[in-house]
């Protein structure tokens, strides 16, 4: 690691990464105390926070590089850290949750049949700027997914994981309901309902026939 000496110039990861430092003072072999260069502003830096600046065209490419970070769009954001984060066609990825609507920037709304590929693994076919990570499921799914919702499998071994439990958010009871039971204040009911619906979650059962369990359910309550 090069090391950092009274009268280098730096700059620091994250609040002030778009200021340049100069170093006053070496209070220990890796703390120091700066001062932004043109102002009288000093705070004291660990080492593993500082970066060199060696001249002045280095300093103000950081300078334009931080600005342009800071003016992104949220499209722009997402092209950029999808850009940044690794996956490229062939690897194989695990789909970890759902996600909204044009999430941070993603081109693309998310679709409920996307749910069924959630805590499955798939591969990599490409990579669309704005639009997501096309995967394919052993010839299955034609959906575009962020990089965001995406983690990269490793090993064979966890290739073969795919019996993994995903809990899927589930609708309000309101939606198995009849109109007229929406406001029902059948706690025994309501009780056996949620343990319907919670079973389902956790034992990945297809949403569909615990709806209609859930239905028949509340039948079999009306005829009482």
Known sequence: MR??????????NGYHSDCVFVILECLSDDCFILS??????RISAHYR????VDDQEEIEHQRAEVAKIKSETPQEEYIRKQKECGLQAGDKVRVMRA??????????????TMDTFIGKVGEVCYLNPDKG??????GENNFMYPYFVLEKVESEKERAIEDVKVVLPMPPLSHFMP??????KNKELIDELYQMAT??????????????????????????
């Open 3 to 12: 090391e950092f000496k009274v009268g280098d110039h730096v700059l620091l």
């Open 36 to 41: 932004r260069v043109g102002k009288k502003t």
């Open 49 to 52: 926070s500082m970066t060199h």
């Open 99 to 112: 996600a909204d609507h044009n999430e941070r920037g993603w081109g693309n709304p998310w679709s409920p």
């Open 133 to 138: 990570v096309r995967i394919d499921f052993d």
């Open 179 to 184: 109109e007229e039971w929406k406001e029902t």
């Open 199 to 224: 079973d389902a979650c956790y034992s990945g059962a297809p949403p569909q026939p615990t709806f209609e369990a859930m239905l028949r359910k509340i039948e079999i309550w009306r005829a009482r």
